[in-house]
């Protein structure tokens, strides 16, 4: 043997076909968005989480009043995507952003197409766009592009 | 969508995952896929109590040490220790049912290699039956256990069941 | 409270890529090297515990074939954590805690080279909202860095001194994959990898393991002349979303220091797994960490950051330095999801 012999290697895809149940809070978020319609819960001190959650992360407390929240909003921070992986939803350099949209306390973690790094900057206003079928996805929201 | 789908509430999404790898089988295994690619099949011996293990991972899974000494030539035949008969096809099983899987104790061998049963009819399937391997052509050989189809009876009276009993 | 000490600590050399071996390839040396040096047998051993990820091998169950480093028949006592081996540890003491061990191994291993590893780290995120989108890790990282820089809590200074002096140390660490004399005023020159983090402000990506052994009250001394004892452990949880967590500090390592008791006395050596350099200073700030204590004198994450391991091997090298006298007394810490999500904090003393 040769220890310093290379170790064979083959190409693997790991390919899982998850299908997940949404539960009563996640399912209005989600059937929102297949119906361009964005909602977030009310926390009991009036804060909007959004995305939703079925609790208060704070106080565990159940929460389950859904409210609209506007599709439009201010970047809160982002990252620079130079070189766009195939899994990733823009094939052209993009960033990843925290966006708090209006009506929203908390901020949605998706991507902005900003066309350019010089382009981005911390409270730039942003607006989602729309893909061309909606479906129940997160990725209904093709992309937020600058307002 | 039509609109009728659209009354309906989202109450599943689908979120498939799909990654990437270059997976690596290691010095132990590549030596392996090597030598099969060439035809042979070698195991490797634990220093601790000279049990050959094939094919071998690079270490006892026993006793802990790595299994670092010469391997191990081994024959192609071996007893049937024990056997299952097939009958449900499997979207990722590429064989015609019914089949045969086997675990095969290659003669000189201290552990079990899974495998396939070929040229046998059904009901004369058993345990302890002397076997050999039927290769494929040498020109299609490659890294891959599967240069041997199946495993075939060999003429040759019934193993000793107390020589694989350990391995049941 | 049992006495329990960390007697005996090995590990491989973190590298980017290890052509040779597969992850159990990358595992066996390790604990035969611990095993041998403590002349250790699988009869002496209680309990093992191991910590690693399937997502890095790419196969589900991949972690049963470590045990094979091990030896496992007559079988064992066995535990595995999908986490860093130095949560397998904390395991393993709670284990001895509750009477059902007196000695212990535990390790962790990972080979994340096989794949993608900033994209495979989006596997633990939020499956409904966030991994669908693939933000990888080093992205995650970068929308935290922005903020603190944007609201003046750290500057890209504070997290190249870090880098620097990392960078610096790990030239003592024969197992440090990232290691040199670079100036504060080099780093902050080079060019964004994503902005605002630069090469120098990220973790490498490595191969590697690492092995810890775990030993209860007056039997420690048979293995090790001066045990490290683990006086506080402590690991705390944040939520997974950034978006409800205050990102300018690690509220869950401040939480963990003061239950494992960090500020008690001094602190002579840390030793951090922290993936990038703001964090490092955040988690600075968190165990409250002054001038007195020599941070990551092996390197830290910053120098080899085997995933599944690295934690594990800061609380190994933190112990290393109780057992050859140059600490009284020692931090070691191990981080695990987005952002220093959950943080785990150990407090060793040599007397």
């Known amino acids: 043997m040769n220890p310093t012999e290379e170790s064979l290697s083959a190409p693997h895809v790991l390919d899982y076909t998850y299908k997940r149940s949404l539960g009563p809070i996640l399912s209005q978020f989600f059937t929102g968005l297949r119906d361009k319609k964005l909602l977030g819960v009310k926390r009991k001190d009036g804060s909007v989480l959004f995305p939703p959650k079925e609790y208060d992360p704070d106080t565990s407390e159940s929460i389950d009043e859904m409210v609209p929240v506007q599709d439009v909003g201010a970047v809160k921070s982002w990252a620079w995507v130079a070189q766009p992986r195939k899994q990733q939803p823009l094939d052209k350099p993009f960033a990843y952003a925290l966006i708090q949209l209006d009506g929203a306390d908390t901020t949605l973690l998706h991507v902005v197409d900003g066309g350019s790094e010089a382009g981005m900057k911390t409270g730039m206003r942003v607006k ?4 061309d079928e909606t479906i129940g996805s997160i990725k209904d929201i093709a992309c937020f592009e600058p307002a | 969508m039509s609109d009728e789908a659209k009354d309906d509430v989202v109450k599943v999404i689908r979120t498939p995952v799909q990654l990437d790898y270059n997976y690596s089988a290691g010095r132990s295994a590549s030596r392996f896929l090597r030598s099969i690619k060439e035809g042979k099949l070698i195991g490797q011996r634990c220093p601790v109590d000279g049990r050959v293990y094939f094919p071998s991972r690079g270490s006892c899974p026993q006793h802990g040490v790595p299994i670092e000494g010469e391997p ?3 024959v192609d035949r071996g007893t049937l220790v024990t056997f299952s008969i097939v009958r449900i096809p499997a979207e990722s099983v590429p064989l015609e049912i ?11 061998a201290d552990t079990i290699l899974m495998h396939l049963l070929g040229n046998c009819d059904l009901e004369k399937v058993h345990m302890g039956m002397r076997l050999k391997a039927r290769w494929k052509p040498k020109e299609e050989w490659e890294e891959s256990v599967a240069n041997i189809i199946y495993f075939e009876p060999l003429d040759e009276p019934d193993a000793d069941y107390d020589s694989y009993k350990e391995h049941i | 409270m049992r006495d329990v000490a960390v007697v005996g600590f090995a590990q491989s050399q973190s590298k980017r890529r290890e052509v040779n071996l597969n992850d159990t390839e990358i595992v066996i040396p390790v604990i035969h090297e611990l095993k041998k040096g403590k002349n250790l047998k699988n009869e002496d051993m ?14 589900p169950f991949a972690f049963v074939m470590g045990l094979d480093a091990v030896g496992a028949w007559p079988p064992v006592c066995e535990s595995h954590v999908e986490m860093d081996g130095a949560w397998a540890l904390y395991e393993a003491w709670a284990k001895i805690q509750m009477g059902y061990a007196e000695v212990a191994l535990v390790y962790g291993f990972g080979k994340p080279s096989m794949g993608d590893l900033p994209l495979t780290m989006a596997l633990q995120l939020d499956p409904y909202t966030q991994t669908p989108l693939w933000p990888d890790a080093i992205s995650m990282a970068a929308l935290q860095a922005r903020i603190c820089l944007e609201a003046g809590v750290l500057t890209d200074r504070d997290m190249a001194e870090c880098a620097s002096r990392d960078r610096r140390n790990a030239k003592d660490n024969p197992y440090a994959q990232v290691k040199g004399d670079f100036s504060i005023e080099q780093i902050l020159a080079d060019p964004y990898l994503v902005n605002p983090l630069r090469k120098h402000d990220c973790s490498p990506i490595s191969d590697g393991a690492s092995a810890v052994l775990l030993v209860a009250g007056d039997r420690a001394k048979d293995y090790c002349d001066r045990p490290a004892w683990i006086k506080g452990i402590e690991h705390i949880c944040e939520p997974l979303d950034l978006n409800v967590r205050d990102l300018t500090r690690s509220r869950s390592t401040e939480i963990a220091a003061e239950k494992a008791g960090v500020g008690n006395a001094k602190v002579d050596v840390a030793e951090l797994a922290s993936p990038f350099s703001h964090q490092e200073v955040l988690l600075e700030r968190a165990l409250g960490l002054g001038a007195d204590t020599n941070v990551n004198p092996s390197g830290g994450a910053m120098a080899g950051n085997p995933m599944m391991a690295v934690g594990l091997s800061r609380i190994g090298e933190a112990a290393r330095r109780i057992w050859d006298g140059s600490a009284g007394r020692a931090v070691a810490h191990a ?3 987005p952002c220093l999500q959950q943080n785990l904090v150990c407090v060793l003393e040599g007397n």
């Open chain 3, 46 to 59: 209680d309990f093992v515990c191991s910590g690693s990820s399937d997502y890095l091998a790419g196969a």
């Open chain 1, 128 to 131: 989602a766009r729309w893909a």
């Open chain 2, 72 to 74: 191990v030539e081994l």
């Open chain 3, 335 to 337: 981080t695990s999801g």
């Open chain 2, 98 to 108: 019914p089949f045969v899987t086997i675990q095969v104790l290659l003669d000189g």
